[in-house]
């Protein structure tokens, strides 16, 4: 649908300049920003940062922090 929309300068040089960069056109970068804004906020997963401190110990060889069967196969006494 072909439609008039008044756009900051600024914002609309951006966006130009993004579309360019990407090799896309303008509209595309508006229908894509557009469908973003209408999706509403995304949830941000949560990644816990695992960091052991220096005073209380070290990893145990083989311990993968990143592996959760391991660590329960660890914690169970499977390993």
């Known amino acids: 649908m072909r439609t008039t929309v008044d756009i900051n300068d ?3 040089r951006s966006a130009k300049a993004v579309a ?3 090799n896309k056109t303008l509209r595309e970068i508006v229908d894509e920003a557009l469908r973003q ?3 509403g906020p995304q949830k941000k997963k949560f990644r816990l940062n695992w960091k052991p401190h220096e005073t209380t ?3 145990m060889p083989g311990v993968d922090l990143t592996d959760r069967d391991s660590l329960y196969d660890i914690m ?3 390993r």
């Open 57 to 59: 110990g070290r990893l």
């Open 76 to 78: 169970d006494g499977l």
């Open 10 to 12: 600024e914002l609309f």
């Open 37 to 39: 804004y209408l999706k």
């Open 20 to 22: 360019a960069k990407q």
